[in-house]
């Protein structure tokens, strides 16, 4: 007997990004539908200008679209306001980028509690940071780590509010293969552990493979959307 489906995150429906610089129109997507489910890891791949990032910062209420709708459960976010999308980042999103967007004079522990301070429901520095494998770097600061340190900092500062989605956009890109096997193993982990819905975008075709889904973009739509048959451990990716 199948699991029953689980009910959807986020639902876009014909989601258009267009671009004005005076005459000029940039079509950044064109016409996306997407569904997120719970407890799901998307990975999101294309080419530069594929539109991928547009996409995960309308999700993440970072940017509206053109034309479409954009649903978190029920909640139509394009219709909602500047305060609510604020309220909506700060409650039910974690956001990890390419680059780590630490504070330099705070320690590793002192940067994942800007966010626990803020949020509604936190879980404590300490245990984000055990959860990303730091337990043994809580207090050295983001020049005493290496990169891939610094990153899994990221993610615990983004996983500490307990998001219900996590956005990544290109986490592994400036890390070498090694330590980006590292923040893929933390992101995997913290997918299976809390359920967290999790969409990574990169370029490298080879981390595909750790996903439920991938969804391919090619020129501001939806090349392909198809299911993993079998996924492999983040340790087994190559590049």
């Not at 029920?74 to 219709?79: A, G, V």
């Not at 956005?167 to 592994?172: A, H």
Request: glycine content about 8%.
């Amino acid at each position: 007997m199948k699991d029953a489906p689980s009910p959807p995150v986020f639902r876009a429906r014909g989601v258009t990004r267009v671009y004005r610089t005076g005459k000029i129109a940039v079509w950044a997507l064109r016409g996306v539908d997407l569904t997120l489910n719970e407890g799901e890891m998307v990975v999101l791949l294309g080419a530069s200008g594929s539109g991928k990032s547009t996409l995960v910062n309308i999700l993440g209420g970072l940017d509206l679209p053109s034309e479409g709708q954009v649903f978190f459960r029920d909640r139509e976010l394009t219709r909602a306001s500047d305060r609510e999308l604020t309220l909506f980042r700060r409650d039910h999103v974690g956001f990890v980028f390419q680059f780590y967007n630490l504070v330099p004079s705070l320690t590793a522990r002192e940067n994942v509690a800007l966010v626990t301070e803020i949020a509604r429901h936190p879980m404590r520095p300490e245990e984000a940071l055990e959860r990303v494998g730091l337990a043994a770097r809580m207090d050295h600061f983001p020049a005493e780590l290496s990169g891939g340190e610094q990153q899994r900092v990221a993610i615990a500062r983004a996983i500490a509010k307990r998001p219900d989605v996590l956005l990544c956009d290109e986490p592994t890109g400036a890390l070498d293969s090694a330590t980006g096997v590292q923040v893929l193993a933390a992101l995997h982990e913290v997918n299976r552990d809390l359920g967290t819905a999790t969409v990574l975008i990169t370029h490298n075709a080879a981390i595909q493979r750790i996903a439920h889904r991938v969804i391919v973009l090619a020129d501001g739509k939806v090349k392909s959307d198809t299911r993993n048959a079998t996924r492999i451990a983040p340790e087994e990716v190559v590049w």
